[in-house]
T-cell receptor, first 115, second 115 residues
Framework: AQSVTQLGSHVSVSEGALVLLRCNYSSSVPPYLFWYVQYPNQGLQLLLKYTSAATLVKGINGFEAEFKKSETSFHLTKPSAHMSDAAEYFC?????????????FGQGTILTVHP | GAGVSQSPSNKVTEKGKDVELRCDPISGHTALYWYRQSLGQGLEFLIYFQGNSAPDKSGLPSDRFSAERTGGSVSTLTIQRTQQEDSAVYLC?????????????FGPGTRLTVT
């Protein structure tokens, strides 16, 4: 079964600093990979997804992620953090053998941005 | 346009009572998913609907949980004889079509508290 590990349940950065949120998956066949963001009392919003095209994926709000097969990783980055980036971020995978997009999520990383 | 809506936003119930949670997907979306977000288990898949059929119910935790979808639109998740471990946020998502080409749009969730 697919699994996803997000390293660090809490990450704190200064405004303007680099954001790096880590995600590793376990699968012998690279799955489809996603990053979602959840603001307080809201549903999840898709930031970006990897489905086997370019390994560097650009998403909304200045975020991007790089798929590295050799490291089974899909880390999320943003060059300069804004206060509005404070939220919880989830990495998710979907098995290529599943036709309907069933998602398996990591445990989430809460991002705090301080002035 | 209107997004995925869920009702109620909050539900407090006594142990042993039955509850119904409602999801209104985006109009025209044929695929509908239920997920559960809890402190202990993180975000978990519960069930997937394509139209009114549920090809994958593998995430339903017990036979106390059931779900239906009518008219290819509204879905109801029912939990019978609620237990304290059922306390969680129940998220609904819909997409235009199953598969990973189409984004899953999430509702704000229903926060269920079992006392």
């Amino acid at each position: 079964a697919q699994s996803v590990t997000q390293l660090g349940s809490h990450v704190s950065v200064s405004e303007g600093a680099l954001v790096l949120l880590r995600c590793n998956y376990s699968s012998s066949v690279p799955p489809y990979l996603f990053w979602y963001v959840q603001y307080p009392n809201q549903g999840l919003q898709l930031l970006l997804k990897y489905t086997s095209a370019a390994t560097l994926v650009k998403g909304i709000n200045g975020f991007e992620a790089e798929f590295k097969k050799s490291e089974t990783s899909f880390h999320l980055t943003k060059p300069s953090a804004h206060m509005s980036d404070a939220a919880e971020y989830f990495c998710a995978v979907s098995d290529r053998g599943t036709s309907y997009g069933k998602l398996t999520f990591g445990q989430g990383t809460i991002l705090t941005v301080h002035p | 346009g209107a997004g995925v809506s869920q009702s109620p936003s909050n539900k407090v119930t006594e142990k042993g009572k039955d509850v119904e949670l409602r999801c209104d997907p985006i109009s025209g979306h044929t695929a509908l998913y239920w997920y559960r977000q809890s402190l202990g288990q993180g975000l978990e898949f519960l069930i997937y609907f394509q139209g009114n059929s549920a090809p994958d119910k593998s995430g339903l935790p017990s036979d106390r949980f059931s779900a239906e979808r009518t008219g290819g639109s509204v879905s109801t998740l029912t939990i019978q004889r609620t237990q304290q471990e059922d306390s969680a946020v129940y998220l609904c998502a819909s997409s235009f079509s199953p598969g990973l080409v189409y984004e899953q749009y999430f509702g704000p969730g229903t926060r269920l508290t079992v006392t």
